[in-house]
């Protein structure tokens, strides 16, 4: 189901029209609305400490490195943030997590748009977009990742951003979104 070395994918919301969390995530992406992606990360970091205790004490004892999903320069540029960035801001709050610096890892664009194309079609358009833009990465290798993003949906995105990781010497991976499509 999973790439090896994922142990668990976790959504803290559904994301669809009649949920409050989509219009809150649309304002995020699309509304310059950052302290929105700081507060939710932090009301998943609590829903998840309630929901899932024996995952978030794993984490704590594991204390991963939270990876948020890196943008492109261009969607970067354009929104003038990353909203994963503000989630996992929200969520290392709560968990006491580090996470690791903006622009580490680089993103080029995709080819084309996510939410147009189908599953295998999204994994195709993935490949390759990530690169190494700072070493100081490697600091980190011996810890487990926590992968945040703000909507999985096919874990295309996600997926890839492990399988680049595990390229560097990463060994095991959690993903947590805030909600699931």
């Not at 999204?122 to 487990?144: F, I, Q």
Request: a positive charge.
């Amino acid at each position: 189901m999973y790439p090896e070395g994922i142990e668990w994918q976790v959504a803290c919301w559904k994301y669809d029209e009649a949920h409050l969390i989509q219009r809150l995530i649309h304002q995020l992406k699309h509304k310059a609305a950052y302290d929105i992606g700081v507060d939710l990360g932090r009301a998943a970091a609590d829903l998840f400490r309630q929901a899932h205790p024996y995952k978030y004490e794993e984490l704590i004892s594991e204390r991963p490195l939270v990876v948020p999903v890196p943008l492109s320069e261009k969607r970067r540029n354009s929104r003038g943030y990353n909203q994963s960035y503000s989630i996992a801001e929200g969520w290392a709050v709560v968990a006491s997590l580090p996470i690791l610096r903006e622009g580490v890892i680089a993103r080029r664009a995709s080819k084309i748009n996510q939410v147009q194309i189908s599953k295998s079609e999204r994994r195709m358009n993935m490949e390759g977009v990530y690169r190494l833009a700072c070493p100081s990465v490697y600091d980190w290798v011996t810890r487990p990742v926590l992968i945040m993003d703000d909507v999985y949906t096919t874990g295309a995105t996600c997926f890839a951003l492990w399988r680049f990781l595990k390229s560097i010497g990463f060994k095991k991976s959690y993903l947590i979104t805030l909600a699931m499509a």
